[in-house]
């Protein structure tokens, strides 16, 4: 059985040495996949080296990271 990646309602079936357990399956409730910051990749000049009053350029790889926005001081970007 493929496990779900939806949010909502599931059932999870629980067994041991192939036996189910008693009350299985329980119904759950699954929300949305949180996404992972440890999985953005940054990268470009603007972070190793920047000058003050001057554009820094930076590139912020959120692809492997999850579904989400970009945030920083609860500012949407």
Request: a negative charge.
């Amino acid at each position: 059985m493929k496990p779900s990646l939806l949010p909502g309602s599931h059932y999870i079936y629980l067994f041991w040495s192939d036996l189910p357990l008693t009350n299985s399956p329980f119904l759950g409730y699954a929300t949305q996949a949180v996404p992972d910051a440890s999985k953005l990749v940054l990268t470009g000049r603007g972070l190793k080296e920047a000058t003050v009053r001057e554009e820094a350029e930076f590139i912020i790889d959120g692809s492997q990271a999850g579904k989400g926005r970009l945030f920083e001081d609860d500012k949407l970007f």
